[in-house]
């Protein structure tokens, strides 16, 4: 009888443990992660010369706008924004349209070039050609100083393909040969069909390749970097720090006057916590709409068969 408490005692105190200790490891990873973060943003908002005092957590001890405004002082600040999302939008769009239908034409069993196609792309994951040869090549398409070096390129990863190309591959089979059967073709059954059925990974592919289009600045640097109006914010923020960073006012930078008539200073540190926040803000907005789609993506993958 005793024995048979003790276990029933212990059966109820398993849930209870469980829940207890992975609160306490699911709030410790939360510390974690949103501390570098949240001591990013305190730093932004805060006086740069204070800053090197040290001794700041998560909340301001000198509040100041001055490291955003020399920031946003640069003209050329707005229009590369302007940049950066038309480049980001353009991207994501034709490189998840483009990669699921090649993901979607691999994945069929009858297609007889699927495995050497695969193969070709396997390989570019792990070889290529080299920066200078592949400057060239953007070159010779005509693509230097032009948008569209922002976009071609990279229209299908080999990575996101995989995945893609996977992820189609669960799917019932019986639903493109009924599709067949009704005399849809290829395409039709491609977008009515699988296209709508793969949201929950096009989402994911569709996050990957915005936030890689968003943060890059190195494709700008090589390919545009004469030619002021295709300058991606990125790339104005690397300048600006790089300008910061070999300032002759190091470790301070004069950024303006501020209400009260008194110089305000900004450090490389507050400048790149800064540019940090800057860059790492618009793209945050993205996640919470990704999520709406991953949440009706699982529950249409949830009924498809």
């Keep these: 009888m005793m024995m048979g408490t003790m276990t029933a005692r212990r059966i109820r ?8 200790i992975n609160g306490i490891f699911m709030l410790v990873l939360a510390i974690v992660t949103l501390y570098p973060f949240l001591h990013t943003l305190t730093i932004s908002f805060n006086e740069g010369n204070d800053a090197l005092r040290g001794g700041i957590y998560i909340w301001p001890r000198s ?36 990669t699921t239908m090649l993901a979607y034409t691999l994945a069929q069993p009858h297609y007889l070039f699927r495995k050497i196609i695969g193969l070709i792309f396997v390989l570019t994951m792990y070889f290529n050609a080299g920066l200078i040869p592949n400057y060239f090549l953007i070159k010779s ?28 591959r669960t799917l019932p089979s019986g639903l493109v040969e009924s599709a067949k059967m009704d005399g849809a073709g290829d395409f039709t059954i491609f977008i009515r069909i699988i296209f709508p059925l793969c949201t929950p990974v096009l989402a994911t592919i569709a996050l990957f390749i915005a936030v890689g289009s968003w943060n890059t ?48 200073m900004v450090t490389p540190s507050s400048i790149r916590a800064a540019i940090t926040i800057v860059a790492a803000v618009p793209i945050l907005f993205v996640y919470p709409f990704l999520q709406r789609y991953f949440i009706v993506g699982m529950n249409l993958g949830s009924v498809k068969e």
């Design 13 to 20: 105190m398993e849930p209870i443990l469980f829940h207890t």
């Design 63 to 98: 509040w100041s706008l001055q490291n955003y405004k020399a920031i946003f002082l640069s003209g050329t600040i707005y229009h590369a924004a302007w940049i950066s999302v038309a480049r980001t939008i353009t991207t994501t769009v034709i490189g998840v349209f483009l």
């Design 141 to 168: 398409l005509g693509l230097l100083n032009n948008f569209w070096v922002y976009v071609l390129p990279g229209m299908v990863n080999a990575f996101n393909l995989i995945v893609i190309r996977t992820y189609i």
């Design 217 to 264: 600045w190195f494709d700008t640097f090589l390919y545009a970097s004469s030619d002021l109006k295709l300058s991606t914010l990125q790339y104005e923020m690397m300048k600006l720090l790089g300008s910061t960073m070999s300032s002759n006012n190091d470790p301070g930078l004069m950024a303006g006057a501020n209400t009260n008539q008194t110089k305000a």
